[in-house]
Structures are given as structure tokens and as C-alpha cells.
């Protein structure tokens, strides 16, 4: 999970094309994207992956964005996921948490 706070906001299109682009790069098998937008501001997409899923939600009044990535696979590496997704943003700020779920 993954509190961001933006040096600028970022198109929802660009930020869908970086997350995707970072669960192809983590090897995550992208099935499927829905995404709805919100009045008068703020966007919403989940990605289905073949492992779970992984969400993003945007607040532009505040420049913040939150990321969310649930996955079974055990090879997947939260850490690695996050640093390289991160590496792609103007990011201000940020916060992330990860969670070992399962049994």
C-alpha cells in the first residue's frame, strides 16, 4: 500500500501506463483495467492481475495518489515494485506498507 504525495499531478492516462508498465516489468500478467472517473475531480482504476489485483485512486486538489498491489505470487517483490514505481513519479512525499498475508 502506498500513500503519494505529487511535486505536480499527472495525466490518469500517464499513471495508468506507468503502473501497468510496472507489473509487466515485476512479471504480474496483466488480464484486464477498469477504471471510473469522478465530479468534478479524481480518478479510479483497478487492474485485474492473474496473481489478485492492483488499484489506484487520485485526489488532485490535494496531488496525492494511493496505490494498492495484492498479490499471491511468491516470487512477487513488494519492495522492488514500489521502488521502481515510485522511481517514475514527481514524487513530494511518500509512505508505503507492506503486508505478508497468506498462509
Known amino acids: 500500500m502506498m500513500d503519494i504525495w505529487l511535486k505536480k ?15 509487466m516489468e515485476a512479471k504480474q500478467l496483466v488480464l484486464g483495467f477498469e477504471d471510473w472517473e469522478f465530479y468534478p475531480r479524481g480518478e479510479s482504476g483497478i487492474f485485474l492481475i492473474a496473481t489478485s489485483h492492483a488499484s489506484v485512486h487520485t485526489y488532485p486538489e490535494h496531488k496525492y495518489i494511493t496505490v494498492d498491489v495484492y498479490s499471491c505470487d511468491p516470487d512477487f517483490c513488494a519492495k522492488d ?20 498475508r497468506g498462509i
Open 9 to 23: 499531478n499527472l495525466d490518469f492516462r500517464e499513471l495508468k501506463n506507468i503502473l501497468a508498465n510496472c507489473l
Open 81 to 100: 515494485f514500489e521502488d521502481s514505481f515510485l522511481s517514475k513519479l514527481p514524487v513530494k512525499k511518500s509512505k508505503a506498507s507492506i503486508l505478508t
